[in-house]
């Protein structure tokens, strides 16, 4: 049995406390629940007219699950009480405890105490509003909720979320999204979010899962997770909440100010194959997709409207996606214009006009002419016109009409209005019940689509490998300038240009002389060369180099004489930062002295595959100039993902003993010529070898 099994499930449910417990009680009657409820107060008789019980103690039998509302204090002791008499589980309201911030050394102690008194009890929270089980009909919910029951044999998606009053809110959704268990995750004290949503996804009545994440109890327990959700063919949305936050500052490398949390938590969400979506509204929709109809087998949309300027909104919607609408091939074209006349523009998305509007016949004939193009997914914009001062009767013939060419079609299709309003929740389950999705809103429509294309693309590759890496504990005895760094990368096999350190002009020409021209000449010591007037290129003589070390010899510890990489067709940026979580996180971007103005760059895992890194590269805005642009010359695409593979393995041989890596730029050079680390930044990690 799963540990949270007799929680989430329960068939006795045990109510201590008062007005919260009373509500409890309340909701869980309200929603017609069959299993037995036992109300513990010390002084009352019954609550809501069910039999109360002065004591734990005096229960009938250790519930299954438990809800706690009661003040920090005593709920310590209820936990204990349960704990003992073997209950299943329990869900603690009370406030008070770390949530107040590590200053508050009471709530810290009280937490630990909490967590002790529990024991192997499973408990959700504290400082949380509990779990609604609307397969079951069972409440652990100290307040109304919006929701509905569900109807046997009907399943719903599961949604977890850190907040209790988010969880409240979309108790009170009017999008028809059928919801199988809401659960809330407080503190996360014991039990973590990822621990629950496994609980979850188990039950053959849920049939995706929503998360709404502040932070990540476990990167293991997420990686379980995923595995198990791809294992039942159940797809996971999360809304994970932090993008906002201040990336951290560049103090000394350039990956650092494109790294930040976020982008670790966008790339560990990528790897396990969950889609992220960046709103409620785009979250809901999202989940209803998937709900209908599961992860996409690719990202090719269809559209229909009656309108040019809805097919309008609908192509723009979705610029910059990696989803989108294909133009039609001259026989689809044909095909659906045989079904309109010489009157209408055919393309997708597709403006069939009003001439047919109310036809049902001959909507039908186009539509299953439009979605017989092998969709994805295929669209039909559709604003229902408001029922209290209107009639929609004429708008039901088109609904039947793409209703029937889905249906001919063996294909996947959504109602899209463009405005919420404009969908009716009664609506919104017709649509559910005839197969349809209903999706509100053109832009959450995209989102939701691009979620299900993202969770298809990644179900349809093999699974990656845990992120844990092996912990080597050692320290690197250099000093963090750039000869040392490149000695080091250069003597673990890496591609680094010849270069020797020079205290002198006349140190530095004769280096020069030995390298053989052009070559590069850097201050030593100075963190972003660039901005501070620290190097000088193209050095193409030894009176250059005399010149240019008479300037440079002031401004650092040193200087750095190498030989000029020649060829480059780009540069880009190779980062590595340590993340409190993750771990090692890789950047890889454009790079050059405009890395942060241009910010395109992708983040990856460590460790990482050839795939995930050439993915990551192919990715970025700059690579068309590593694939030729406009008959330029083609970058050596191989050599910069071996180059990237190989600084991989070199963090990973190291491990624990960097705090950052900042390689800027990687030189790619013409096809066939390599790829060149032209600048290192190491930055080593302090270790404690006690």
């Not at 509302?69 to 008499?85: F, K, P, Q, S, Y």
């Not at 997709?289 to 996409?296: D, Q, R, S």
């Not at 992708?602 to 642009?629: C, K, M, N, Q, W």
Request: hydrophobic content about 45%; some cysteine.
């Amino acid at each position: 049995m799963q540990r949270l099994e007799r929680l989430l499930r329960p068939r006795s449910i045990a109510v201590v406390g008062g007005i919260q417990a009373a509500a409890v009680v309340e909701q869980c009657l309200k929603m017609g629940y069959s299993g037995r409820i036992w109300p513990v107060h010390p002084i009352k008789r019954d609550v809501a007219g069910v039999r109360a019980y002065r004591s734990v103690a005096e229960l009938p039998d250790a519930p299954d699950a438990a809800f706690i509302g009661v003040n920090r204090h005593l709920t310590l002791d209820m936990v204990g009480e349960l704990a003992e008499r073997g209950a299943g589980g329990a869900i603690c309201f009370a406030a008070g405890f770390r949530e107040a911030g590590k200053d508050d050394a009471h709530g810290e102690r009280l937490q630990a105490e909490l967590i002790a008194a529990a024991g192997a009890m499973p408990i959700i929270g504290p400082n949380c509003y509990g779990l609604i089980n609307y397969a079951d009909g069972a409440l652990l919910w100290p307040d109304q909720h919006g929701g509905r029951r569900l109807a046997p044999g009907e399943r719903g998606v599961a949604i977890i979320t850190q907040s209790s009053n988010i969880a409240c809110n979309l108790t009170m959704q009017k999008r028809g999204l059928p919801i199988s268990y809401l659960m809330t995750a407080g503190n996360q004290a014991q039990t973590g979010l990822s621990e629950m949503a496994l609980g979850l996804i188990e039950d053959e009545r849920v049939s995706a899962l929503g998360l709404h994440i502040e932070g990540f109890d476990s990167v293991s327990g997420f990686e379980r997770l995923a595995m198990r959700a791809r294992e039942l063919k159940k797809p996971v949305v999360a809304m994970k909440v932090g993008r906002s936050e201040q990336a951290r500052q560049a103090t000394i490398s350039h990956t650092a100010s494109l790294a930040g949390s976020d982008a670790g938590s966008d790339a560990f969400l990528k790897r396990l194959g969950i889609a992220r979506v960046g709103s409620i509204p785009s979250f809901f929709e999202a989940l209803k997709l998937l709900h209908a109809a599961g992860p996409l087998g690719g990202r090719r949309l269809s559209s229909m409207s009656c309108s040019g300027g809805e097919a309008s909104v609908m192509a723009d919607s979705a610029e910059g996606r990696r989803i989108g609408f294909p133009a039609l091939t001259e026989a689809h074209s044909a095909h659906v214009k045989s079904t309109l006349g010489p009157l209408v523009a055919v393309a997708n998305p597709l403006d069939y006009h009003t001439f047919i509007w109310n036809n049902e016949k001959a909507m039908t004939a186009t539509f299953t002419a439009m979605v017989s193009g092998v969709f994805d997914l295929n669209m039909l914009v559709l604003d229902f016109p408001r029922n209290d001062r209107c009639s929609d009767a004429d708008w039901w013939p088109t609904v039947h009409a793409f209703e029937t060419a889905l249906k001919t079609s063996k294909a996947t299709g959504a109602i899209v209005a463009s405005m919420p309003e404009n969908l009716p929740e009664e609506h919104a389950a017709e649509l559910f019940r005839r197969g349809i999705v209903p999706l509100h809103g053109i832009v959450e429509a995209m989102d939701a689509a691009e979620a299900a294309a993202f969770i298809g693309e990644a179900w349809s590759r093999r699974a990656v490998e845990p992120i844990e890496y092996e912990r080597r504990r050692f320290a690197l005895n250099i000093s963090c300038d750039e000869a040392s760094a490149k000695a080091l990368l250069r003597e673990a096999g890496l591609a680094v240009p010849d270069g020797m350190r020079a205290q002198s002009v006349s140190e530095a020409a004769d280096a020069a002389e030995r390298l053989g021209f052009p070559v590069a000449l850097k201050a030593l010591g100075v963190e972003h060369k660039s901005e501070a007037g620290a190097v000088r290129l193209n050095l193409k003589s030894a009176d250059e180099v005399r010149d240019a070390a008479e300037a440079l010899l002031p401004l650092g510890s040193g200087l750095y004489v190498e030989r000029m990489v020649q060829g480059g067709v780009a540069e880009l940026i190779v980062g590595v930062t340590r993340d409190p979580l993750f771990g090692p996180v890789m950047t890889v971007g454009s790079g050059g002295v405009l890395v942060e103005l241009l910010k395109d760059s992708a983040t990856v895992l460590l460790p990482a595959s050839r795939d995930e890194i050439e993915a990551a590269l192919r990715g970025l805005r700059l690579f068309p100039l590593l694939d030729g642009y406009r008959g330029r010359a083609k970058g050596d695409v191989g050599a910069a993902v071996d180059a990237i593979l190989a600084i991989s393995s070199f963090v990973a041989e190291h491990s624990d003993a960097i705090e950052e890596l900042d390689i800027n730029p990687l030189i790619v050079c013409g096809d066939g010529k390599g790829a060149w680390i032209a600048d290192a930044l190491l930055v080593p990690r302090e270790i404690d070898n006690a």
